[in-house]
């Protein structure tokens, strides 16, 4: 019975703590739009007559911030591409058993 209670409990820390992450990264691309939004609102009001809005001067922060904003999305939406399910806990097992083997 307590066994399930801690598998209960992991889980839901995990849960827990994915919720977190996807709600940080959830912000972080509302932010993003707001801010981008606002940024293109005053270059547009600052064109002069007959400007193209169309400048690399205009697309800068809108950039720059998208590349962060993908890897932000990649480390919530695929950490498992990269490291495999469940490879923190096999790591944690590998040093426990080269300490314990240690301390023979």
């Known amino acids: 019975m307590d066994t399930d209670k801690i ?11 994915r ?14 739009i707001v801010v981008n939004l606002v940024i293109c609102y005053i270059n547009i009001q600052n064109l002069d007559e007959g400007e193209s809005y169309f400048h690399w001067q205009n697309f800068i922060t809108l950039s720059f911030w998208g590349i962060g904003l993908l890897a932000h999305a990649a480390s919530v939406f695929l950490p498992n ?5 469940n490879w923190e806990a096999r790591r944690i097992k590998k040093y426990i058993e080269q300490e314990s083997q240690g301390w023979e």
Not at 7 to 14: C, G, I, K, S, V
Not at 19 to 32: E, M, P, R, W
Not at 81 to 85: H, M, N, P, S, V
């Open 7 to 17: 598998l209960y409990q992991e889980r839901y820390q995990f849960a827990a703590k």
């Open 19 to 32: 919720v977190k992450q996807l709600k940080k990264f959830y912000s972080h691309l509302i932010v993003y």
């Open 81 to 85: 591409l990269i490291f495999g399910k």
